[in-house]
């Protein structure tokens, strides 16, 4: 034991002493490791996070569960529910929630409608009127609802055949007061403070059919309550009253009142995570509605739109985390080898000492266990520094710790295990036999076992590009990075850089032979020791750096590109309008400044299509003569090859009033179809069409198909009533501005701009792209210092090469052509198969990520490889290559090439 830890602890300070910057700069290498591998996870479990909560934000009030009950005579043998237990039903249901629901339940609120009643309206002196109304219940909670005038209405009641007290809405009360005038054609009082509804009571009823239930109004509320769902009605007013109201209000319905309680899910409460728990829960509840009733006796009935509200959500969540995935994998594979190429840098700084250990007698083990002690405690060192900035950056987010085990082991395990293998092959030397023959056989063999090994390498890369691109990284999983896609970037650089190494002697000899005929001796020189192999480490490193920058700035412009090309696809052309528009402001925006074309149709969504014995079902555009020219240049403008076909468009304006209108499809009605003699079906028309021809130009982004398109005008001749088209479509740089001049609401117009804006906003596409930048960012420091580890390893023969050349008259300048010499291949060779390995990355993966998804088109965008990409990239290549000869500089600028021949190596 003695012999294994023996001066250990002398032995570490004094290389940790001498070696101070080197070991610094290997603590913040783990550092910065650390900080990636324990942070960058949970910034893509975050991103998904937001994803989640701005999906369910989105949803509305369609993400909503909506518990329903009917609400009638409790005497009846049916299960119905008094207006009190629907109260107390909404009080206890949201205890009785799943766990999941329960953590994002935000409020609760209960509506009781009943089916419409005719009454009879006395205001004051006016004669009485007839009106149709609908009773709503208030809750507990309308107290709070601001009244215009009066009060609101009260339990107590002096007998049975007393009036209840209502209020109403005061904008529901003069829709329905104009609806009324309207339809009796004179003026009629509208409802106010002491307004008396008088409704007969059924014969069943005591007091048979002279009896009445009478209704008064003592308030008008400021602003509807939440039953009268889409704002006032114009055919029934609604008379709010409470659950004891409702109660004596039953008699007056042969059906019972519709219940519904309204549960609200808080968007900021969810995560990704909590999505998918909510969807199985949200999906279980209708077979499970025993739970939420608990001992009530109340049958109830839940209904929900969450599901298929956010059924896009999950896909786009996995697409995001492969893509992220990728790049994150990536980073971490190149982090774990500039530790590998650090701690090899220092090992070979102490080759000296530890043959001189071993020649003195020290066992391997002895020698492991000091670099173990010097390695465990620089781990410690940056892995606290590293988990600590995480936990300050990244708050909240818990590390993966998997992955933090693995780089922490390779951290501590670099250094003991590389100083062994040094020591190992420095004493135990180099026998090979004498005959030629024999020697040939022996490099033959050592060439076999590298090819079988490089192979291996090339198959298990191989069976991951295929194994992924197979399955899809569209994984079920979003709450951790793959293991196979994090090997999956590592093993396509390493081939790369086999195929590297196996091609540079041959270039690096054509390139000496050029430097031999060059004059002087830095030619010769830096010929020999560019002559003088690749380094694997270095090699790896930077291919690996320059294939994560090259594919993830593709895959980033891929994504934008297709976005560009996905505006297009959802919103027809530059602007498109959804609302009914004249001929004259179709034409109005025609001539706007700015406009280049413009188009109009009428939009049938679901029309009846027969051809004989056959029957479709498709939407009907009834489109003006503007209508293809828009068309003609939206497919200019976003690119679209092959460009459509828009002749048969052109041709429907050419039709006989005698004649079957021409009509074109689109291939697929035209699939379904067996006879050229078609008739559709619009409003309550039979109209005969003639098939003239088949176009490949459809609206399928924003309107489902298939899709019959025929002339307005000869459609809108033939139909009882003219049709007024209710779509418009706009291109031009001015489109915009003159449609917004339109009389119609701003929601109806939907422009290609707020479009593309709106998608790239999007969560999980911006939160892509911050890890890819964030990406691209981390591994051009790590070039950074992998460059700077390379510069550093060849120091001393650098140095003492100079000194020699300083005897025969060669300046100091020499430094930098010898530094550039040693690095500078290793840095073109990464270039080249970075450059190949990530658009082969890409390549091969691309189709599997999703890119549809986040792009939001119908289609996978085409993989793009940018040229501006790669230039960028070879560009910051260049840059690193003069911060790595400036830190050259720096660090040997006051050395003394004059003394290391006469005293020994100063580095």
Not at 413 to 432: D, I, N
């Amino acid at each position: 034991m003695r012999s294994l830890f023996a001066a250990a602890g002398v032995l570490v300070r004094r290389r940790a002493r001498r070696d101070l910057a080197l070991l610094i700069g290997w603590i913040l290498l783990v550092c910065f490791t650390v900080l990636l591998t324990a942070g960058v996870p949970g910034v893509l479990i975050g991103t998904v996070d937001q994803g989640a909560r701005q999906a369910v934000s989105a949803a509305g009030s369609r993400a909503d569960v909506l518990v329903q009950a009917s609400v009638g005579q409790p005497g009846t043998p049916l299960r119905y529910a008094s207006p009190e237990q629907v109260i107390e039903l909404a009080r206890d249901i949201p205890s009785r929630l799943p766990s999941a629901m329960k953590q994002v339940f935000a409020a609760s609120s209960v509506e009781v409608l009943s089916p419409r009643l005719e009454t009879s309206l006395a205001t004051g002196d006016a004669p009485p009127t007839h009106r149709t109304v609908q009773l709503g219940m208030l809750t507990p909670d309308s107290v709070h609802l601001p009244l215009v005038t009066g009060r609101m209405p009260e339990d107590a009641s002096a007998s049975a055949g007393s009036a209840i007290e209502v209020v109403v809405s005061a904008a529901e009360a003069r829709a329905a007061a104009q609806a009324a005038a309207q339809a009796a054609g004179a003026k009629t009082s509208p409802v106010g403070l002491g307004s008396v509804f008088e409704a007969p009571l059924p014969p069943s009823e005591p007091g048979g059919a002279a009896g009445v239930r009478r209704f008064i109004v003592v308030g008008i509320l400021a602003a509807p309550d939440g039953v009268a769902a889409g704002g006032p009605s114009r055919d029934s007013l609604t008379l709010f009253a409470t659950a004891e109201g409702i109660g004596r209000s039953e008699a007056l319905f042969i059906e019972p009142l519709d219940a519904t309680i309204r549960l609200r899910l808080d968007p900021s409460a969810f995560t990704n995570a909590l999505e998918a728990r909510v969807s199985d829960e949200v999906a279980g509840l209708p077979a499970d509605t025993a739970r939420l009733a608990g001992d009530s006796t109340v049958a109830l009935r839940v209904n929900s739109e969450f599901v298929d509200a956010l059924s896009d959500y999950p896909r786009q969540a996995r697409a995001a985390v492969a893509q992220m995935s990728l790049m994150v994998a990536g980073v971490l594979g190149a982090a774990a080898t500039v530790i590998l190429l650090f701690s090899r840098l220092l090992v070979v700084r102490r080759a000296g000492e530890l043959a001189l250990e071993r020649a003195r007698g020290a066992s391997l083990a002895s020698m492991a266990i000091r670099a173990a002690v010097e390695s465990v405690l620089a781990t410690i060192v940056g892995g606290a520094l590293g988990l600590g900035l995480a936990a300050l950056l990244f708050a909240g987010d818990r590390p993966d710790a998997f992955m933090l085990g693995v780089v922490l082991l390779i951290a501590v395990l670099a250094t003991p295990l590389q100083s062994v293998m040094l020591a190992r092959g420095l004493w135990r030397g180099r026998r090979e036999p004498a005959n030629r023959q024999d020697r040939a056989k022996v490099r033959a063999r050592a060439a076999s076992r590298r090819l079988v090994i490089e192979l291996g390498v090339v198959a298990l890369a191989a069976g991951a590009l295929v194994s992924l691109r197979g399955r899809g990284l569209l994984e079920t999983s979003t709450d951790a990075v793959d293991p196979l896609l994090l090997a999956a970037p590592l093993l396509l650089a390493l081939v790369i850089s086999l195929v590297v190494l196996r091609l540079y002697p041959g270039v690096m000899r054509a390139v000496a032979a050029l430097g031999r005929r060059s004059r002087g001796a830095l030619g010769i020189l830096g010929a020999a020791r560019a002559g003088g192999g690749l380094a694997v480490l270095p090699l790896l490193a930077l291919t690996l750096s320059v294939a994560l920058a090259v594919g993830g700035g593709l895959l980033i412009d891929t994504v934008r590109s297709g976005q560009e090309q996905a505006s297009w696809q959802r919103i027809g052309a530059e602007v498109r309008v959804e609302a009914p528009v004249t001929p004259n402001e179709v034409a109005r925006v025609a001539h706007a400044s700015g406009v280049t074309a413009a188009g109009s149709a009428y939009v049938a969504k679901r029309v009846d299509v027969r051809a004989g014995p056959s029957l479709a079902i498709g939407a009907l555009l009834a489109v003006d003569g503007g209508y293809a020219d828009v068309l003609a240049s939206a497919a200019k403008a976003s690119k679209t090859v092959p460009a459509p076909e828009l002749g048969g468009l052109r041709k429907l304006g050419a039709a006989s009033a005698s004649q079957p209108l021409p009509a074109v499809v689109d291939s697929e009605l035209a699939s379904q179809l067996v006879s050229t003699k078609l008739v559709v079906h619009v409003g309550d028309s039979d109209i005969p069409l003639k098939l003239v021809g088949v176009v490949d130009a459809a609206p399928d982004g924003y309107l489902d198909g298939p899709y019959l398109y025929v002339d307005l005008q000869a459609l809108s001749a033939r139909m009882p009533e003219p049709l007024t088209a209710n779509s418009l479509l706009a291109m031009g740089p001015g489109a915009p501005r003159a449609a917004a001049m339109l009389d119609v609401d701003r929601s109806d117009i939907h422009t290609r701009v707020d479009w593309l804006k709106e998608r790239r906003h999007f969560a999980l596409v911006t939160g892509v792209g911050d890890v890819m930048l964030l990406s691209v960012g981390a591994v051009a420091l790590l070039a950074v210092m992998a460059l700077v580890a390379s510069v550093i390893a060849g120091t001393r023969s650098r140095v003492r090469a100079l000194s020699l050349l300083r005897t025969l008259g060669v300046g100091r300048g020499a430094t930098r052509w010898l530094a550039l010499a040693d690095v500078a291949p290793v840095v073109l060779a990464a270039v080249v198969g970075g450059i190949i390995a990530g658009i082969g990355t890409v390549m091969a993966l691309g189709p599997s990520l999703g890119l549809d998804v986040l792009a939001g088109g119908l289609d996978t965008p085409t993989l793009r490889i940018s040229p501006a990409v790669i230039a960028a990239v070879v560009g910051g290549t260049a840059v690193l290559l003069v911060l790595a000869m400036l830190a050259e500089f720096v660090i040997h600028r006051r050395d003394r090439l004059s003394e290391v021949l006469r005293v020994g190596e100063t580095v």
